[in-house]
């Protein structure tokens, strides 16, 4: 079974400041890692992902994420937050390979952004 | 192209009825998975949809159902509705076994 936690539910950062949303993961089989952000009312929008390739991984709106297999994390990292940011963050683990890409999500986080 | 639509975007249904969400995939996407998200929570699988057949199902009774269609495009079914049913239901598409899903905005469902 796979599992994703997500520390802290609530994150608060001034603008400008470095944002770091955390998640462990739990996998039995070598995993697939993603970011999703959801605004208020809206569906989930994909950030980022690693599928085995580099363990740096960029996303879309200067996030980043590093994949650490021997601390079984995936952390969420931008060096300067933007207002915008505000939003609800989750993190999913699904199995690698096959055609059955079920998802399991973290709670989320959520990004408050103080001016 | 276009995104994953949802219809409708807001549901009001009275408990023990029975109510059917709709979904058209991206298009190119041959993959349909469905999702709940209670308030609050992470999206929870429902199951997925590959070539109009079940393809995994999450840890959901029988009275939630699903259908895909020739052209990708899904339906979710859910009967004898509970107050705990009420949640955001999220559609999402793929490619087959390429890795990543485009999501819907959903639709809100609301149990009274």
């Known amino acids: 079974a796979q599992s994703v936690t997500q520390l802290g539910s609530h994150v608060s950062v001034s603008e400008g400041a470095l944002v770091l949303l955390r998640c462990n993961y739990s996998s039995s089989v070598p995993p697939y890692l993603f970011w999703y952000v959801q605004y208020p009312n809206q569906g989930l929008q994909l950030l980022l992902k690693y599928t085995s390739a580099a363990t740096l991984v960029k996303g879309i709106n200067g996030f980043e994420a590093e994949f650490k297999k021997s601390e079984t994390s995936f952390h969420l990292t931008k060096p300067s937050a933007h207002m915008s940011d505000a939003a609800e963050y989750f993190c999913?683990?699904?199995?690698?390979?096959?055609?059955?890409?079920?998802?399991?999500f973290g709670k989320g986080t959520l990004l408050t952004v103080n001016p | 192209e276009t995104g994953v639509t949802q219809s409708p975007t807001h549901l009001i249904k009275t408990r023990g009825q029975q109510v059917t969400l709709r979904c058209s995939s991206q298009?190119?996407?041959?993959?349909v998975s469905w999702y709940q998200q209670a308030l609050g929570q992470g999206p929870q699988f429902i199951f997925q949809y590959y070539r109009e057949e079940e393809n995994g199902r999450g840890n959901f009774p029988p009275r939630f159902s699903g259908l895909q269609f020739p052209n990708y495009s899904s339906e979710l079914n859910v009967n004898a509705l509970e107050l705990d049913d009420s949640a955001l239901y999220l559609c999402a598409s793929s490619w087959g076994d390429r890795v990543g899903y485009t999501f819907g905005s959903g639709t809100r469902l609301t149990v009274v």
């Open positions: 999913a683990v699904s199995k690698s390979g096959g055609s059955n890409y079920k998802l399991t």
């Open positions: 298009s190119g996407h041959n993959t």
